[in-house]
């Protein structure tokens, strides 16, 4: 049964809770516009496939489209605080990289709910500003807690938005990376046990080459010049 939002510590019986009801919810949105079209939806007929009422819907999100795009509920502030309340002397940029790892695996688990994301904003383009802002907005929460564990201005200091974009992005390209080549059996909901500890080795492997400064791999050729490909 789907219950209102309530406010407590994440990783809690109630913040579980409140996961699985963004997640129905989030869920029944994706089905319906994957099965009539965006316009063709009402956030009374998401409420009726996930057997709540609208005003239940609105606990959660403030419109179907943001029902769409908003991957997990406070994410976003779980991050920060697990960056603020990491142990001193740890080094930043690690609590960072652990943070989104952990994330990315969650997200990128649910095969079911990643193959509707693309379907859906695959059909309807308009709909990636919203989900862009939803994303900015989360990384402006892991600016602020970067400079927040530095001790920096990030309006002065370009490190925390620099470390939070760059990690943001290693990790969501590792992820769709890893999901473009590793499809699972067909309709599997879920990745395997064996998919998840593999997915999470490649993106701790992209954070690493995050850290070493993205170093050419020594197996590559070298790129041809320009004056190589004209045959000059």
Known sequence: MITGPERDTPGSLRARKKQESHRALRLAALELVAERGLS???????????????????????????ALV????????????RIRQAPAGTEV?????????????EISADRTTWRLVKQVTSRHPELLPLAMGSSRETSRTLVEAVAERLG???????????????????????????????????????????DEVALRTALEDAATLLR??????VSSPPHPSRATQRGL
């Open 70 to 81: 908003d991957p997990t509920p406070d994410h976003g502030e779980g991050m920060r605080d």
């Open 40 to 66: 063709e939806v009402r956030v009374e007929d998401i409420a009726h496939r996930a057997g709540v009422s609208p005003r239940t819907f609105f606990n959660y999100f403030a419109s179907k489209e943001q």
């Open 212 to 217: 070493d400064g993205l170093p050419t791999p």
């Open 152 to 194: 920096s201005d990030p309006d002065e200091d370009p490190y925390p938005t620099v470390l939070v974009e760059a990690s943001v992005a290693a990790m969501r390209a590792a992820a769709a990376h890893f999901l473009r080549c590793h499809s699972g059996p067909t309709g599997a909901p879920t990745l395997s046990e064996d």
């Open 93 to 105: 940029r690690d609590i960072l990289l652990a943070a989104l790892i952990d994330h990315a695996v």
